[in-house]
């Protein structure tokens, strides 16, 4: 186990050091993630909806979004010069493959959301005070689901035609239950609701991390078989 | 049995047989709908859809699940005739969740009052659909035989476990779908006649799924074996 957590660190390492070093991906999805912010302010009538009633909307359109762009980016890296083939011939197991995968996948998204909610707080006025370690808790759990299915679909659409239409096709309709959790949680969060209201929204979340990153883990191989 | 040209016609022949008998038992559920089934107090003649809409809702899910079974079996046996058999559900699943999100804002718009409404069991319906059409897009932008098995394999299973997740999350909102009048603990709560001309379009529309499930398994051996036989330089013998 500490072995494939070494290997798993070192692959998400590789990745990171990639992206530091170029930062157009990055650059790229933090400025996408803002735009999707101004997009969803401006597609509504501010004479009959105050911008603070979509917020909650805003923000996971918006961390949503921007995970598919991240997301779409993960495996096409590997595929230029064919660097999956040397990935894959190197001893680590499929399984630590993946798991670091999912660990770079987790900080790249991680980070965009990191820079969009300051601007969400900004675009849409929103009095977080209480409500900031509530929600970075909601944040992490619900990304932690869509990123683990993301990553093993991303591996898959790379190697298709269509790529970059193919991984939102497939991804969204898995990015649901998350999205229902935390987007309902953020606004009972910042409309400052009892905790007694959140319990079955944050089961979910966790219930749904648990079933998806464990069948994501085991599955893995099989996309990776040669 | 090793697939063969002559196996995969016979799978054709078989199953146009089953779907012509399977569709005639359509004919003999409209009949038993309007006339064997008492007039639904409230709803009037609207209620009559329910004999097409819950039958295909439950084949749908039912074909879902079949999918994600045989996805598991497929990738621990490696086996493709199971890849062959989750295409074709694939294709006639899409099918009955086609029928089912036709006839479902049909009869929402006379009771309900609104063709449309995110109540847990229609948007389940409405993903189901949406994974239908995502696996048969991965499907066909594969094309790899080997690969668009496991693939498509990793989707179904994946795909299984979220149905129940979508259902529980939208149940978080709020529901207009009556309360389950078939499948509950206690005995159903419905009229005999109407139970039986219900479980009587079940059986028909699984009928219905199996022959066009023959029709086109037997279809897509063809389709590898003339694939296969193209590159090994092999004529598939005459039709």
Redesign the interface.
């Known amino acids: 186990m500490g072995r494939a957590l070494r290997l798993a660190l070192a692959i998400a390492g590789k990745d990171l050091r990639a992206e530091l070093r170029s930062r157009t991906a990055f650059l790229s999805a933090v400025v996408f993630a803002a735009l999707v912010l101004v997009i969803v302010n401006f597609a509504r009538d501010p004479t009959a909806l105050p911008a603070l009633a979509l917020a909650p909307s805003a923000l996971w359109i918006t961390f949503a979004f921007g995970a598919v762009v991240a997301l779409n980016r993960a495996f096409a890296v590997e595929r230029e010069h064919a660097a999956l083939d040397g990935l894959l011939l190197a001893p680590v197991p499929r399984e630590a493959l993946y798991l670091g995968k999912l660990l770079a996948n987790l900080a790249f998204v991680g980070t965009v959301e990191a820079v969009a909610l300051p601007l969400f707080v900004l675009f849409f006025d929103v009095p977080l005070g209480h409500a900031l370690g509530g929600l970075l808790m909601v944040t992490a759990l619900a990304t932690v689901g869509f990123v683990a299915v993301g990553t093993i679909f991303s591996a898959m659409a790379v190697r298709t035609r269509f790529a970059e239409l193919l991984l939102p096709v497939l991804l969204l309709p898995f990015m649901v239950p998350p999205i229902i959790g935390a987007a309902g949680l953020t606004s009972r969060l910042l409309d400052g609701r009892p905790w007694s209201e959140m319990h079955g929204m944050l089961r979910l979340l966790v219930l749904y991390d648990i079933v998806f990153v464990t069948l994501s883990t085991l599955l893995f191989p099989a996309v990776m078989d040669e | 049995m090793t697939p063969s040209f002559a196996s995969a016609r016979a799978a054709v022949r078989r199953g146009r047989i089953v779907t012509a008998a399977a569709l005639a038992g359509m004919a003999v559920v409209y009949l038993l709908a309007l006339r064997y089934t008492p007039v639904e107090a409230h709803q009037g003649l609207a209620q009559k859809i329910f004999y097409l809409h819950v039958p295909a809702a439950w084949t749908a899910l039912l074909i879902f699940s079949l999918m994600g079974i045989v996805s598991v079996i497929f ?1 621990w046996l490696h086996d493709e005739r199971l890849d062959l058999f989750a295409e074709a559900s694939a294709e006639v699943g899409l099918m009955f969740s086609a029928i089912m999100l036709t006839t479902g804002p049909i009869w929402a718009k006379p009771i309900w009052g609104t063709w449309w409404q995110w109540d847990p069991r229609l948007t389940l319906t409405l ?1 189901l659909f ?2 239908y ?2 696996y048969l ?2 499907r066909s ?2 094309h790899d035989p080997l ?1 668009r098995g ?2 498509s ?3 179904a ?3 299984m ?2 149905v129940p ?2 259902h ?3 149940y ?2 709020r529901t207009l779908h009556p309360k389950p009048v078939v499948l509950k603990p206690s005995a159903p709560s419905l009229p005999p006649e109407m139970l039986r001309t219900l479980l009587v379009a079940f059986g028909v529309c699984l009928a219905l799924y199996l022959g066009l499930v023959m029709m086109r398994y037997g279809a897509g051996v063809a389709e590898r074996l003339r694939d296969a036989g193209g590159e090994a330089g092999e004529v598939p013998d005459a039709a």
Do not use: D
């Open positions: 990738l993903f949406f994974l059409v995502g897009a991965l932008s594969i690969e496991r693939f394999a990793v989707v299973i994946l795909g476990l979220l997740f979508i529980l999350s939208v978080l909102f």
